[in-house]
């Protein structure tokens, strides 16, 4: 039995988080997504509204579990008894990121291993802070998202701008 932990902010979960999920499901008996709960990284969304958003894109995945969490990702795999941990990678910028994390969690718990895939070509480009620089011009966002992050997305971002 093999689970893993695809761990991120998600803020809002894109097609790129997902194409990782569904290529992780389908190597991993069971997949933890751990939505980050930090609020020092001022999310758009709150931790709530995220979970909410990849339950809804996930409900076709049946090995997948959505989770919040908070405090270190070692901790959090050794507390839900996970395998491995899963990064999706893009270009060489997000390399040396990823590569740092992972040797840090591997000293911190040399048990966990980190397994990275890279992301769809189609995605590379894609990150979420992109879709909310997009979403806040008003420009479309239909090829990045699925259509309930769509909807969420535009309802935040009218609601940021009457305040
Ligand atoms: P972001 O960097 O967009 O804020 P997260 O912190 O939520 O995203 O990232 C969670 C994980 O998903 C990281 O391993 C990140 O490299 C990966 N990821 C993000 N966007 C993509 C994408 N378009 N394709 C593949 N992996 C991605």
């Known amino acids: 039995m093999l689970r ?3 761990p991120g902010s998600f803020d809002p979960v894109t097609y790129g988080h997902l194409d990782i999920i569904e290529r992780s499901c389908k190597i991993a008996d069971e997949l933890i997504v751990g939505v980050l709960n930090n609020n020092a990284k001022m999310p758009l969304f709150s931790v709530e509204e995220r979970v909410k958003m990849l339950n ?3 409900c076709h995945l049946p ?11 070692v901790d959090f795999a050794r ?14 910028t997000d390399f040396e990121y990823e590569l ?3 040797q840090t969690n591997h000293k911190l718990g040399a048990e966990i291993e980190t ?10 480009y894609l990150s979420s802070t992109t879709v909310k620089e997009i979403a806040a011009f ?6 990045f998202v699925p259509e309930a992050v769509r909807r969420e997305l535009n309802e ?3 609601t940021k701008r009457r305040v």
């Open 4 to 6: 893993t932990i695809y």
């Open 56 to 58: 809804e894109v996930t």
């Open 63 to 73: 090995n997948v579990v959505i989770e919040p969490f908070d405090g270190l990702l």
């Open 79 to 92: 507390q839900r008894k996970a395998d491995c941990i899963i990064r999706g990678l893009r270009a060489i």
């Open 100 to 102: 740092q994390m992972a």
């Open 115 to 124: 397994v990275f895939l890279t992301t769809n070509i189609e995605y590379s």
């Open 138 to 143: 008003g420009g479309d966002i239909t090829q």
């Open 156 to 158: 935040k971002m009218k």
